[in-house]
């Protein structure tokens, strides 16, 4: 189960990829070092990003707090957005309608 979402998941989905790849050390979410997330192509890290941004979909449908390397993404259904924020400072958020 994911989100409730009125957007087409394909750009939510793109937009929320993008979103993550803001988290300078998001790769901790796969158990990655900083040396392992170094040694992989644009290509393979857009890949990755993406995989991280499709588990925190689905997983913020049951769990609305994910704690993501030093960032935490948060589901806030009322606003109908995912936030992404590191500390106080919100990074970024990703419109679901």
């Given at each position: 189960?994911?989100?409730?979402?009125?957007?087409?998941?394909?750009y939510?989905?793109a937009?929320?990829?993008?979103?993550?790849?803001?988290?300078?050390d998001c790769?901790?979410f796969?158990?990655?070092?900083?040396?392992?997330?170094?040694?992989l192509?644009?290509?393979?890290?857009?890949?990755?990003?993406?995989?991280?941004?499709e588990?925190?979909f689905?997983?913020?449908g049951?769990e609305?707090?994910?704690?993501?390397?030093?960032?935490v993404?948060?589901?806030?259904?009322?606003?109908?957005?995912?936030?992404v924020?590191?500390?106080?400072?919100e990074?970024?958020?990703?419109?679901?309608?």
């Amino acid at each position: 189960m994911g989100v409730k979402h009125g957007r087409d998941y394909e750009y939510i989905l793109a937009d929320f990829t993008e979103a993550v790849g803001r988290i300078s050390d998001c790769y901790d979410f796969f158990e990655m070092d900083s040396l392992e997330w170094e040694g992989l192509s644009g290509e393979e890290k857009h890949e990755v990003l993406e995989a991280l941004a499709e588990d925190l979909f689905f997983g913020l449908g049951s769990e609305p707090v994910i704690a993501v390397g030093s960032a935490v993404v948060i589901y806030d259904p009322e606003a109908h957005r995912i936030n992404v924020l590191i500390g106080d400072e919100e990074l970024t958020s990703v419109k679901l309608i």
